[in-house]
């Protein structure tokens, strides 16, 4: 089946750092999504991707769409406390019956104050 | 306003026992899913449903199961035969095609 590799496992950084991360597949996407996950809460979407090379802001986060269509990234601009939590790319391809989200494993990110 | 709901929040269980998790939503979604997720393992697909009374197993499915009787609701059902049930489960819904999922907030489900 369809594989995302997310990188890097964790991350440990200092408050005020920027942050990036990404997610590679062995399979092209029509969709590229980031969520962001809370301890003992769901994943919250953060920044949903539906076009080859589109790069999209929302707040201090940046997401891109590679041309590829095959992987995107995710930074975080001068990271907060709250910001920690997991984050996990999620690509969808809703090609034929299948409209299942394959997740990569997800970014554990910590900030220390 | 809109939204999806699992309930319990905690769970415990004792082994041998089965247990559905309740998961509903308002969101006139049409597919709904459930996820597992463990320490390190990202998140895990058990059953999905694309549209009511039809319901496809995902990758880890042994051990579960599930209904779709209503557009709603997707209740998923721990069985004794699941050998090793404490997780967080995860529930989610989301309009076919491409967008992204809304979840729900988990149910921690503890089998002792």
């Known amino acids: 089946g369809q594989q995302l590799n997310q990188s890097p496992q964790s991350m440990f950084i200092q408050e005020g750092e920027d942050v990036s991360m990404n997610c590679t597949s062995s399979?092209?996407?029509?969709?590229w999504l980031w969520y962001k996950q809370d301890p003992g809460e769901g994943p919250v979407l953060l920044i949903a991707?539906?076009?080859?090379?589109e790069l999209t802001s929302n707040g201090r986060l940046t997401a891109q769409f590679g041309i590829t269509r095959k992987d995107s990234f995710l930074n975080i601009s001068a990271s907060i406390p709250s910001d920690v939590g997991i984050y996990f790319c999620?690509?969808?391809?809703?090609?034929?019956?299948?409209?299942?989200?394959?997740f990569g494993k997800g970014t554990l990110l910590t900030v220390n104050p | 306003d809109g939204g999806i709901t699992q309930s319990p929040k905690y769970l415990f269980r004792k082994e041998g026992q089965n247990v559905t998790l309740s998961c509903e939503q308002n969101?006139?979604?049409?597919?709904m899913y459930w996820y597992r997720q463990d320490p390190g393992q990202g998140l895990r697909l058990i059953y999905y449903?694309?549209?009511?009374?039809?319901?496809q197993k995902g990758d880890i499915a042994e051990g579960y199961s599930v209904s779709r009787e209503k557009k709603e609701s997707f209740p998923l059902t721990v069985t004794s035969a699941q050998k090793n049930p404490t997780a967080f489960y995860l529930c989610?819904?989301?309009?076919?095609?491409?967008?992204?999922?809304?979840f729900g907030s988990g149910t921690r489900l503890t089998v002792v």
């Open positions: 989610a819904s989301g309009y076919r095609g491409n967008y992204g999922y809304t």
């Open positions: 399979s092209i996407f029509n969709t």
């Open positions: 991707l539906y076009k080859a090379g």
């Open positions: 999620a690509g969808k391809n809703s090609g034929g019956s299948n409209y299942k989200l394959t």
């Open positions: 969101l006139n979604h049409d597919a």
């Open positions: 449903s694309q549209i009511v009374n039809d319901f």
